[in-house]
C-alpha cells in the first residue's frame, strides 16, 4: 500500500470513530458483547419457582453468550424495586426476570408504579409456563379440593392462605379460586414464597396457590397435599391430582410465567445477540429437562411474540384485579 493510500484509509477509519462518538456507541460489534459476566436479577425472595427457573436458564445461557450469569434475588415491593433499578440500567450487562406479577398484576393495582413494562423494558424471551397449585397444609382434614370449599363455606374468615405478597401469582391464583368458589378465605402475603412455605409447613397457615417447581419436594415428601391444580389437564407428575375445572369449575385455568427482559437502554445489537442465544438456551434439552423435573415448560419464543403475550395477559388479569379488590403493600 502506497502512502496516499494509507492516508485515505486513515481518514476513514478516523471519520468511521467519529461517527459512532458522535452517536454515543462504541465501535466494537455485537460479537465482543458482553465483555463481562451478566447479571440476572430475580425480583422475588430465594426459595421460589422464579429463582429455579433463573437459574435454569443463566447456567446455559453463559455457555451460549461467552460469559457466565449471576443470578442476584432482589425482593421487595411486589417486585417493584428492583424493575425500577433495572428500568433505568445502561451497563448493558444487566438483566431481569419478568414474570406475571410485575408485568401484568403490577399496573393495575399500584396507582404510581416506578417504571413502565411496556416503555422501560424490551422482551427477549418467555421463558417458562409454571402450573400453579393449590396446596393445604395436610394436618387439614380434607381431601380434595371440593371438601376444603366445603370446609371454608363453613368457617367464613377462619383459615388463612399464604402468599408471597400482595399483587403475586399465588395471590392472584387464590383470588380467582375464591371468586370461582364463592367462599371467604384471609390473606396473608408474605416477603416471598420460602416464608410463607415454612408457616404453611408448620400450620400457622392452612393453604396456599404456588408455582409447581417450589412445591413438588414437599407434595412428594407429604409435607404438604396438593388439592388441585390449574392447569387443563392432569399433570403426569401428578396424576392423581384432579385440576380445579375437573372438580366442578370448567374453564378454570392459572398458570404463571417467566420471561427475560434487557433494560429498553440496551443497544439494539447486544438485544439482537441476547435473542438469539437466550432462545438457544431456552429451548435446548438441558433447560428443558431441568424445568420438567418440576412440572415446569419451556417455551423459548421471540421477543415479538413476548410482547404479544404480554399484553394478552394484561387484559385477561385487569378485571380479575378489579373484581377482586387487590391492594399493594402499605
Known amino acids: 500500500m502506497d502512502p496516499g493510500?494509507?492516508?485515505?484509509?486513515?481518514?476513514?477509519?478516523?471519520?468511521?470513530?467519529?461517527?459512532?462518538?458522535?452517536?454515543?456507541?462504541?465501535?466494537?460489534?455485537?460479537?465482543?458483547?458482553p465483555t463481562r459476566p451478566l447479571r440476572l436479577v430475580v425480583p422475588f425472595a430465594p426459595g421460589g419457582s422464579s429463582e429455579i427457573v433463573a437459574r435454569a436458564l443463566a447456567g446455559e445461557l453463559a455457555k451460549t453468550i461467552g460469559q457466565n450469569v449471576f443470578v442476584e434475588n432482589k425482593p421487595g415491593a411486589a417486585g417493584n424495586i428492583a424493575m425500577q433499578e433495572v428500568a433505568g440500567n445502561t451497563d448493558q450487562h444487566t438483566?431481569?426476570?419478568?414474570?406475571?406479577?410485575?408485568?401484568?398484576?403490577?399496573?393495575?393495582?399500584?396507582?404510581?408504579?416506578?417504571?413502565?413494562?411496556?416503555?422501560?423494558?424490551?422482551?427477549?424471551?418467555?421463558?417458562?409456563?409454571?402450573?400453579?397449585?393449590?396446596?393445604?397444609?395436610?394436618?387439614?382434614?380434607?381431601?380434595?379440593?371440593?371438601?376444603?370449599?366445603?370446609?371454608?363455606?363453613?368457617?367464613?374468615?377462619?383459615?388463612?392462605?399464604?402468599s408471597a405478597g400482595n399483587g403475586s401469582a399465588g395471590h392472584l391464583a387464590f383470588e380467582y379460586l375464591k371468586i370461582s368458589s364463592g367462599t371467604f378465605v384471609v390473606h396473608v402475603p408474605y416477603r416471598g414464597t420460602g416464608p410463607m412455605l415454612?408457616?404453611?409447613?408448620?400450620?400457622?397457615?392452612?393453604?396456599?396457590s404456588v408455582g409447581a417447581p417450589a412445591l413438588m419436594q414437599f407434595i412428594r415428601s407429604g409435607k404438604l397435599r396438593c388439592i388441585g391444580t390449574g392447569t387443563t389437564t392432569?399433570?403426569?407428575?401428578?396424576?392423581?391430582?384432579?385440576?380445579?375445572?375437573?372438580?366442578?369449575?370448567?374453564?378454570?385455568?392459572?398458570?404463571?410465567?417467566?420471561?427475560?427482559?434487557?433494560?429498553a437502554k440496551m443497544a439494539r445489537e447486544n438485544l439482537d445477540k441476547l435473542e438469539v442465544e437466550a432462545i438457544k438456551a431456552t429451548r435446548g434439552r438441558v433447560v428443558g429437562d431441568k424445568l420438567g423435573q418440576d412440572t415446569a415448560l419451556a417455551v423459548g419464543n421471540t421477543g415479538l411474540e413476548f410482547a404479544r403475550f404480554i399484553e394478552q395477559e394484561q387484559a385477561r388479569w385487569k378485571p380479575v384485579i378489579a373484581r377482586a379488590k387487590i391492594q399493594p403493600d402499605t
Open 198 to 208: 415454612i408457616d404453611l409447613m408448620a400450620g400457622r397457615l392452612e393453604a396456599a
Open 95 to 162: 438483566l431481569i426476570l419478568g414474570h406475571i406479577g410485575t408485568l401484568a398484576v403490577n399496573p393495575f393495582i399500584f396507582p404510581r408504579l416506578p417504571y413502565d413494562p411496556i416503555r422501560d423494558f424490551r422482551p427477549i424471551t418467555l421463558i417458562s409456563k409454571v402450573p400453579s397449585l393449590y396446596v393445604i397444609n395436610p394436618d387439614l382434614p380434607v381431601r380434595d379440593l371440593n371438601e376444603f370449599i366445603a370446609y371454608a363455606k363453613a368457617r367464613p374468615g377462619q383459615l388463612n392462605y399464604g
Open 5 to 33: 493510500d494509507h492516508r485515505r484509509l486513515r481518514r476513514v477509519l478516523l471519520k468511521a470513530a467519529g461517527a459512532a462518538a458522535a452517536a454515543g456507541v462504541m465501535p466494537a460489534s455485537a460479537d465482543t458483547w
Open 234 to 263: 392432569r399433570l403426569p407428575q401428578l396424576p392423581d391430582v384432579p385440576t380445579v375445572a375437573e372438580q366442578g369449575y370448567p374453564g378454570f385455568e392459572m398458570t404463571q410465567w417467566y420471561g427475560l427482559l434487557a433494560p
